[in-house]
């Protein structure tokens, strides 16, 4: 008799782990599709729901951490690498995940993290100024690289600092007394200077509606802290 309650209490074991997890699958994904259309995303974000066991938040409807990671974002001709969101106090009643009728997504608070290689930001200042300048990352500093598009056309090169201001990145020369030391007796002003040496980011319109905060850089990428609050990720309308 002790035996045959022992399996059961194995089988029932295995059934509510299977639950949870086919449960958590099922949350994921229509997640996943209600932030890809309401952000108009055009590929499917990778979204993990975190905390186990996970049945105990399907059936209260909110979720503690949900993250959402999405690849090869383009907003204004410049592409970001790779958007990672942590979203905080998510909510989505279970009656709409079981029916798949997930309209909205409220979203308490979510921290995120904006990576755009220096390949991707190369390519949207190509776009903008020619093949000119360039941008690269080391030591933890960003350097500004590239040849004076004005007689005496040498190349020039500084470390840069970076401004971040609303939407938008602005990449501007941390020094120009070496660079105008380079230039002196050429008749190029150090206004010219520094205007070649200053590059704006837009990065708007991102998903969530994240704000911008701060900006690291790494040797392959410039990685931007963003944050949003009291958010619902709702379709399009139309």
């Known amino acids: 008799m002790r035996k045959g309650w022992i399996i059961a209490v194995v089988i029932l074991v295995v059934v509510l782990i299977a ?5 958590l699958l099922i949350a994921e994904s229509q997640i996943a599709d209600r932030v890809q259309k309401s952000q108009e995303l055009s590929s499917h974000p990778h979204v993990t729901i975190k905390g186990f066991p996970f049945l105990t938040q399907v059936l209260g409807g909110r979720y503690h951490e ?3 990671s999405v690849r090869g974002i383009t907003r204004n001709s410049l592409t970001v690498d790779k958007l990672t969101v942590k979203a905080h106090g998510v909510s989505v009643p279970l009656s709409k995940v079981v029916s798949g009728s997930v309209s909205e997504v409220p979203v308490d608070h979510a921290e995120a993290v904006v990576s755009v290689g ?21 030591n933890g500093k960003l350097r500004l690289t590239g040849t004076l598009p004005v007689p005496p056309r ?15 990145i602005t990449l501007r020369p941390a020094a120009l007394s070496s660079v105008l030391a380079k230039l002196a007796g050429s008749g190029v002003s150090a206004g010219t200077v520094e205007k070649f040496l200053t590059v704006r980011l837009p990065i708007s319109q991102l998903p969530f509606g994240i704000s911008l905060r701060s900006a690291t850089v790494t040797p392959t990428a410039l990685v931007i802290a963003a944050s949003a609050s009291g958010l619902t990720l709702r379709a399009p309308s139309g």
């Open 154 to 168: 040498i190349s020039l090169s500084a470390d840069a600092t970076i401004d971040v201001a609303g939407s938008a």
């Open 66 to 68: 949900v993250d959402v």
């Open 118 to 138: 220096y390949a991707n930001l190369n390519a949207y200042i190509a776009g903008q100024l020619g093949e000119v300048l360039k941008v690269s990352g080391a």
């Open 19 to 23: 639950a949870d997890r086919i449960s």
